[in-house]
């Protein structure tokens, strides 16, 4: 059985040499060798490693070394390739063209509830016309009773058919002779054995799953079968996506609660699921998705407000144990996400650690958090190109240090920008108003400034004994 160390060896082995290239002529050859009896071992052994016997079991907490095979993992360039599988195509018209966005399920029988049908639903009745036409849903059926496959089939296409036709919708199942060894796991957690053997499936359900998504479209979201979507999710994932151009991201978090809501670059589908398969019988799928993205090089934890998906089921596919986890960011009406355009922000306020001035500008559910500021301190948003702006909100403090808001201070939008000291800044401003207990809003600004705006400033009034918090920034375009 091909341990864990073993494999642990390779990779440093790996990483040597593909440092040792950079200072003398290493065959590459060489490199490939050893590389190819890795990739021959892992292969023969059907995914199934064996591991550590101490892997887990002398912590209370799920720890993969994350650090010990950042580099080596990002290096595998085989880890790119598809995992060889052969898939029954359950319900399907041939894909004509690559998408935006692939919404991925898997689903097996459940001892008591079925939600499928329902989150298939909730996915094309929250999405417009238009967004239609940028999504594909891929179902992988993977329950190994092929009675239960048949039934769920036979439903799907009674309620979906315009969708499969269409080439919306795709379901799939993968056979079981291509699953590795599921009984007999290691008991990492103490978990008993039918749950090692629960969560290790589904690790590789969702690895098969991945597998056969990687070229379907440009992203990938990661859902659960029992899930509702909020009203135009794809809109508000497409101009988050827009917000972070230019910023490297390897997950996107749209929900809060396990691996709902979880966001992929299509390209990285083939070395999540071989990572899913290597690891399956180790840990939950939420745990391992938050290794992959550490090794990744993402060590923050990148989720978005409001989240787009709500968990409903209240029977979990594990035994039919009650399951009421709800996501209290979930809002129905998501429409209403800003657009905040690309821009780059300063401030000469004193910064408070690492709370900087782009973290007021984010989705995400992080600000910025300054020292007591000054008369004529300022807070500047340059966007790379002139916007116009339809409506503007600026939020200071926070629910637990509600005495650190912007106490005076006024917004003003500028344009014609010039660049002074390597800083981009605008020459003329207009005064749109003042805050108002720590906050601004103005609607209608399109009908309100005449022209495009290449800036937008906070300004302090006044100077002010408590710290601020600069909580959100939100900006809508025309």
Known sequence: MFKFHQMKYIFETLDKMRCLRKRSTVSFLGVLVIFLLFMNLYIEDSYVLE?????????????????????????????????????????????????????????????????LLETIRSIFEQSSYEELKEISVVVHLAEFNSSWREVMVQDITQKFAHHIIAGRLIVIHAPEEYYPILDGLKRNYNDPEDRVRFRSKQNVDYAFLLNFCANTSDYYVMLEDDVRCSKNFLTAIKKVITSLEGTYWVTLEFSKLGYIGKLYHSHDLPRLAHFLLMFYQEMPCDWLLTHFRDLLAQKNVIRFKPSLFQHMGYYSSYKGAENKLKDDDFEEESFDIPDNPPASLYTNMNVFESYEASKAYSS????????????????????????????????????????????????DVGENVVRFKRI??????????????????????NQKIPFDIHCVRIYVTKTQKEWLIIRSISIWTS
């Open 364 to 411: 995400v559910d992080e600000y910025f958090w300054g020292k007591p500021p000054s008369t004529g301190d300022i807070f500047v948003i340059v966007f790379e190109n002139p916007i116009v702006i339809k409506k503007i909100k600026v939020t200071t403090g926070t629910e637990d240090r509600q005495n650190d808001i912007l106490h005076h201070g006024a917004l």
């Open 424 to 445: 981009r800044q605008c020459v003329t401003y207009v005064r749109l108003g003042e805050f108002k207990n720590g906050n601004f809003e103005m609607s209608d600004m």
């Open 51 to 115: 591991g550590d016997k101490q892997f887990g079991r002398e912590t209370s907490t799920h720890q993969l070394n994350s650090e010990r095979y950042v580099h080596t993992f990002k290096d595998l360039s085989n880890f790119s390739g598809a995992i060889n599988v052969t898939y029954r195509y359950l319900a399907a018209t041939p894909l004509q063209r690559k998408r935006f966005l692939t919404i991925g399920l898997s689903s097996v029988k459940r001892k008591k509830g079925n939600y």
